[in-house]
């Protein structure tokens, strides 16, 4: 429908995309039949796939400068833009000024039921417009739904300081646990995302059932906690933390995983 031949970039493990990777797949072939127009480059900040890494305003920069270089337009997938934003102390805007466009999703870690935003200029919000309503796309008496993101807004920073502080609390737990099961690295946390890795005999996808799973000892003892872990890949599972869950919680968390590697390692014994 758009149109759109993608070219994918090496990513960095701190979710920056390989510069010189970058430049390398722009097409100077074109108007040769043969060649797409290289038009635009798109970044993502925070990072999801990398655990919610925060690109640095010094690289939001670089990526602006080849960006003019070739007379190319930036798109930055701000889902998690004001988690960035917060953990590296800046208003968004710091972000921003250096893309032509902008989305922010109101509904992660944010924390409002729904929603999304698209931030740009003028003319590119209405040609967004033409083109949602093309595609089936509108809603009426939105109200309801935009007053819970204005909320969510207005009390972002204070909400996502705590989330990050959380994330990062567990991982310093789950580094001092020690376990050959599963890792944590406290230095990959810039936001509200861990990732645990799993390079021993525990898959992702047993992890997260048991995870999940409220143990008939656990029932007994009501203190039963269900922890939903996302795989990414079978040695690699993602947790996230939102306005919903507190400090209590993430302590619940840790003593589920404990409980669960520890049945593991009384196996091995």
């Given at each position: 429908?758009?149109?759109?031949?993608?070219?994918?970039?090496?990513?960095?493990?701190?979710?920056?995309?390989?510069?010189?990777?970058?430049?390398?797949?722009?097409?100077?072939?074109?108007?040769?039949?043969?060649?797409?127009?290289?038009?635009?480059?798109?970044?993502?900040?925070?990072?999801?796939?990398?655990?919610?890494?925060?690109?640095?305003?010094?690289?939001?920069?670089?990526?602006?400068?080849?960006?003019?270089?070739?007379?190319?337009?930036?798109?930055?997938?701000?889902?998690?833009?004001?988690?960035?934003?917060?953990?590296?102390?800046?208003?968004?805007?710091?972000?921003?000024?250096?893309?032509d466009s902008v989305s922010l999703c109101l509904s992660k870690g944010?924390?409002?039921?729904?929603?999304?935003?698209?931030?740009?200029?003028?003319?590119?919000?209405?040609?967004?417009?033409?083109?949602?309503?093309?595609?089936?796309?509108?809603?009426?008496?939105?109200?309801?739904?935009?007053?819970?993101?204005?909320?969510?807004?207005?009390?972002?920073?204070?909400?996502?300081?705590?989330?990050?502080?959380?994330?990062?609390?567990?991982?310093?737990?789950?580094?001092?646990?020690?376990?050959?099961?599963?890792?944590?690295?406290?230095?990959?946390?810039?936001?509200?995302?861990?990732?645990?890795?799993?390079?021993?005999?525990?898959?992702?996808?047993?992890?997260?059932?048991?995870?999940?799973?409220?143990?008939?000892?656990?029932?007994?003892?009501?203190?039963?906690?269900?922890?939903?872990?996302?795989?990414?890949?079978?040695?690699?599972?993602?947790?996230?933390?939102?306005?919903?869950?507190?400090?209590q919680d993430t302590q619940w968390a840790l003593e589920k995983l404990?409980?669960?590697?520890?049945?593991?390692?009384?196996?091995?014994?």
């Amino acid at each position: 429908v758009a149109g759109v031949f993608p070219r994918p970039v090496r990513t960095l493990k701190d979710g920056r995309l390989d510069l010189q990777d970058l430049e390398s797949k722009i097409q100077h072939g074109y108007p040769d039949v043969h060649f797409a127009q290289t038009q635009l480059i798109c970044l993502e900040n925070t990072h999801n796939r990398m655990g919610g890494r925060v690109l640095p305003l010094s690289y939001m920069k670089e990526v602006r400068d080849i960006a003019d270089r070739y007379g190319l337009k930036v798109h930055l997938d701000g889902a998690r833009l004001i988690n960035a934003a917060v953990s590296l102390g800046v208003e968004p805007a710091e972000i921003v000024k250096y893309c032509d466009s902008v989305s922010l999703c109101l509904s992660k870690g944010l924390g409002a039921p729904m929603g999304s935003l698209l931030g740009g200029t003028a003319e590119f919000i209405a040609d967004a417009r033409r083109i949602r309503k093309l595609l089936g796309g509108g809603m009426r008496q939105a109200g309801v739904m935009a007053a819970p993101g204005l909320v969510a807004l207005k009390n972002a920073r204070e909400n996502l300081k705590l989330d990050h502080q959380n994330a990062k609390a567990f991982a310093n737990a789950v580094q001092e646990l020690g376990s050959p099961l599963c890792l944590a690295d406290p230095a990959d946390v810039d936001s509200n995302i861990v990732l645990l890795s799993l390079p021993g005999r525990l898959m992702g996808e047993e992890l997260c059932e048991k995870l999940g799973a409220v143990t008939p000892e656990e029932q007994e003892n009501g203190r039963g906690v269900t922890l939903k872990a996302f795989i990414f890949s079978p040695r690699l599972v993602r947790l996230v933390w939102h306005r919903d869950v507190s400090a209590q919680d993430t302590q619940w968390a840790l003593e589920k995983l404990k409980s669960v590697l520890g049945k593991y390692n009384n196996e091995d014994a």
